[in-house]
């Protein structure tokens, strides 16, 4: 930003009342730079400038602008004032046009504008100093002399200390509002549709949580107080505040210990203390709960004000463990720890949506659990099907980020002769991402199969031996991975297709729009590039943790897939396969028995509601993105002719790919062309396919399938088959 930029968007009178200096009439006030009793400062705002007439004044005779003002009253050199005077800048509405349209429906805009503002509110930063927290970084102001736009948006929080509430990935999606203005009978506000939590989601990380009655309270302790390492805050909206929001950020601190309940010393604050000890108690037995004894009618951030000593809390906080220690010892054996009450991959995929892979929830989900089989003795392998910029690639690339880096093998070609001379071991225990299956010759692809289908590829080579004489020998290469490819033509890979589950990329206008708005909002800084990165290690991590345990299915012999499905027989093993690998993924959800781990109702319902789309296109006669190209064109042109142009249009697709499908559909008669080729083909639907009524009747057919494992339950599955109540005193392992 230019000087002259600077000069035009910063006005004298809003760095007049950043400093707390105040007009008098006539455009007047007292001169900050000398001891003045009677105003003797004018201010020009045609010109942006002020002007002391005193003779008192080291500054006087001179005109004074925006950034000499800065530089005078901070005793900086001019280019700090220059950077001081960028960062007072707020941008007019003309150059946001994001912002003129939707003037404050950017929570991360309106909470910049609203921090700029709290400097210049005396009775905001009043408030701020009596109650010890003036040094709060990420908070504003919306007090009377404020943005106008955001007090039309927000009136309940005029006149408030603002506080951002921010969800699991770290963005702002609401506010809470303190009242500086004492004299008010109300003093708590929200903003409309409260969600969020204060300061943030604690970090997975965390052993010590501290629960607080309030936002002032949680903002004191992360303030002033000397927590230990891996310790938490997280506020409590009053004392019936705890939400279902506070439940499930706890649900999601695997290495939680024990959790605090820091309220007020009233008589309200120790109720509902006692009750929440008791109902968090009981959803978390093997988790210690306590109360801290907060001295009477004290609150946390009286304490502060009243000691102004960090050590109050701290002995607070010792205090009320050791009672708890004595009273109530750790029920949890050694090495084990209570199964959460949680859906593990539902967790996951919310991970997975954090670290940056937007919508494709059941593609995205299948294929981490497809990338994470490189950890068991039979991985599972996945082709992606998707047009030219569908974004395939992008997909599997995205999904390696999140498994451990030392364990990923990229390749974006393969030359015939590459798989067989890698090193024996070196392709074991190992997720082989393939960014163009099309790029591949056809002797890398024998290879690339031989090396799915049975673990290995051998060669015969010529050596020379230690005398120099040459001989042959077999070189042999062992290739137990899992793996994921992209292409644009799954038929052609027929072979490849039956080792591998197949799945075709969304290339929806729905899902090009979550991606836009996605980018958008990262771009525009609601979206945290540490929070995604968090993410991304929580996953790496998880998978780091899964031991190699051995599975078993009690049910496996009661699944029967429909007799519709495509090469049954196959599909049926990787149908069992991928039951198999999301109990694995579950094992800390479920009990050792006998040195393993078994399959459980809820693993097979996960298995078939992720599945679906992927035995749908194994039924169905066309490969993903031929479905996708036809449904598009039979909503558009059902009972309509139309020209390659026309379908264009509709579709997206660019003139080659168009044709291709176009011709596709033709040969299996889903299309009808006629006409002349010097004039345009045009086409319409031959075939009205029944795929809508196949989906329902699989469906259908899952369901009882469900309810009938449920109604017969094996005689071995009496131990390890029970409700999440009765499995609460079930260990997971560590």
Known sequence: MEISEIKAQLSITDVLQYYGVELIKNKQCLCPFHDDKTPSMQVYTNTNTVYCFSGNCAKSGKSIDVIDFIMHKESVTKHQAIIKAKAMVVPPAATQPSITKKPVEGLSEVLLILKEQLPRSRNAT????????????????????????????????????????????????????????????????????????????PDTTTKHLILTESIIDAATLELHAKLPTHTAVLACYGTNGFTPEHAEAIHRLNLLQDIVLFFDGDEAGRTAATKLQSQLQKDYPNITIGVINTPKDEDINSLWINHEDSNIFTILLNESLKKIAQTQPKATPPKTKQVPQKNQLYYINNLIAQSGIIGEENSRLLLFIIASSYKTNKPLHAIVQGSSGSGKTHLISKIADVMPRENVLRFTRITESALYNFSEDMLVGKLIVIEDLDGLKEEALLAFRELVSNHQVSSGVSIKDKKGNIKSTTKI?????????????????????????????????????????????????EISSHSEQKAVEELQQIIRDLQNIPVINP??????????????????????SIIKQITFINQKQRTLKNGAIYTEIEDIEQAIEILFDSIILKIDELEGTQRV????????????????????????????????????????????????????????????????????DLKKHFKNQLKILKETMPANATEHQRTPTERQTNTRIE
Do not use: W
């Open 477 to 525: 290469v062992k290739g137990i991975f899992s793996s994921m490819s992209a292409t644009t033509k799954g038929a052609i890979y027929e072979d490849n297709m039956n080792r591998s589950f197949l799945l075709a990329v969304d290339e929806s206008a729905a899902q090009s729009s979550k991606i836009i708005d996605y980018q958008n909002k990262r771009y525009a800084g």
């Open 126 to 201: 009043a408030y701020l100093q009596t109650r010890g927290l003036i040094k709060l970084k990420a908070i504003g102001s919306n007090h009377r002399n404020g943005n106008d736009k955001i007090q039309y948006k927000y009136p309940h929080l005029k006149n408030c200390i603002v506080f951002p509430l921010q969800d699991a990935q770290d963005n702002t999606v609401s506010f809470y509002g303190r009242s500086f203005k004492n004299e008010l009978r109300n003093k708590h506000f929200y903003s409309s549709n409260r969600k969020g939590l204060y300061p943030a989601y």
């Open 629 to 696: 190209f036809y449904e598009t064109l039979f909503k558009a042109f059902k009972n309509n002719p139309f020209t390659r142009f026309e379908a264009m249009a509709v579709t997206g697709l660019k003139k080659t790919q168009l044709q291709y499908h176009l011709n596709q559909l033709v040969q299996l008669e889903y299309l009808q062309q006629f006409g002349f080729s010097n004039r345009g083909f045009k086409y319409k639907i031959g075939f009205e396919d029944s795929i809508t009524t196949i989906k329902k």
């Open 555 to 576: 049910y496996a012999t009661q699944l029967e897939l429909p007799n519709s499905v495509h090469k049954k027989r196959r599909l049926n093993e990787m149908f069992q």
